[in-house]
Nanobody, 124 residues
């Protein structure tokens, strides 16, 4: 059983940056692909970014390409989402997830474990 805890959310202005962290415990972190999703009020949860277990492969939603960067530190059992040039439409609850099936499973929303989410609010 893997536990995931997100942190780093907050209220920022458009154009600002934030870095989200996802700390994992209770499992072998390096065996899982990691991903970030978000859910805005009244909308379905959507894929944001994914990274392979070894960190060599990343995928991004078109809406965040060039602005967000996913990374991981397998020694610290932590995944990160660096968010730059934030826009009001990035406002959402951000969730991290772990998938034994790697980035493909993340892209099809077939994750094994989920965090509780952290709120990101971007004001205009």
């Amino acid at each position: 059983q893997v536990q995931l805890v997100e942190s780093g959310g907050g209220l920022v202005q458009a154009g600002d940056s934030l870095r989200l962290s996802c700390a994992a415990s209770g499992g072998t972190f390096g065996r899982y692909g990691m991903g970030w999703f978000r859910q805005a009020p009244g909308k379905e949860r959507e894929f944001v970014a994914a990274i392979s277990a070894g960190g060599r492969t990343t995928n991004y939603a078109d809406s965040v390409k060039g602005r967000f960067t996913i990374s991981r530190d397998n020694y610290r059992n932590t995944a990160y989402l660096q968010m730059n040039s934030l826009k009001p439409e990035d406002t959402a609850v951000y969730y991290c997830a772990a998938a034994s099936g790697g980035t493909y499973s993340i892209r099809i929303n077939a994750c094994d474990y989920w965090g509780q989410g952290t709120q990101v609010t971007v004001s205009s």
